[in-house]
């Protein structure tokens, strides 16, 4: 069985054909002689509503199998396409081109919540396979010789190349956030861990989708599948900026903490001391 697959999903389900054709034969049975017996065939109008009815009823268990079977089959293709792509993650912006499927990451969605699909995450930028977050992190961690003049110099001629003046806009609020998250771990690097996934993952992430937009928008065809990325990478740079945002905050959340208690500390030893009368307390955020 493929390992994206569901056992719902891999089992084949020979009962349903038959079992559609004859429940089609017993509705279309049973409609038939409720229209025989009854006095409304002289009317038209009821004559033509009662057979819109049998159709209905004769069709509905039929398309029902047939639905069952269509998802089922649409899961077996993306199942195989994943599982023959060798990689273990995909952006969200070229799924559809690897799968070629339109509105891939929507319909993996709906099978994984019918219970058709398995072993498949996103985390709103790649489609994770196989729990690959870890192995994404390793393989997108830049080098030790990466230096943080180096990474803003890269965004900034990024965003020099990228002529679309509202994503260049939100390329210069990732600029500004990571400068300050590289200033703040460059004066406190102890605090390194607590921004290892942005550094490891979510930037170099960025990076590469910046470059690709960069490289489709110089295209002088913007066909369907390029216009398609670019729309994709648009609407994803607005969560990255604030996820940039979002980080260099989060630096100073122990920092908030440890300003808090030293003023808490510095405020109870001027009281001991007798250096400060009383209502003259220091209050953090006063």
Known sequence: MNRYLTEAAAKKRGWEVPVGILSVIMSAISVEVWIEDSPADEDPAIWLLAHIAVTGLMLWPLLAVLRRWRRRSLARRIANKLAGCGRKAIGLHEIDAVLDIKNSAAKIEDLKRLGLLQRIESDGLNLLLDGAEAAVETEAAPGPEAEPGDVIAQIRRLNDEIDDAPVSARIERIERATAGILSTLEARPERAEEARRFMSYYLPTTMKLL??????????????????????????????????????????????LDVETDIRVLETMLAADGLTRPGEGMTAGR
């Not at 002088?220 to 729309?231: D, M, T, V």
């Open 211 to 256: 470059e690709s937009y960069r490289l489709m928008e110089k295209q002088s065809f913007q066909g369907e599948n390029i216009l398609a990325s670019r729309r994709s990478i648009e609407a994803v740079l607005d969560k990255l900026a604030a996820a940039a945002e979002g980080q260099q905050d989060r630096l100073f959340r122990s920092e908030a």
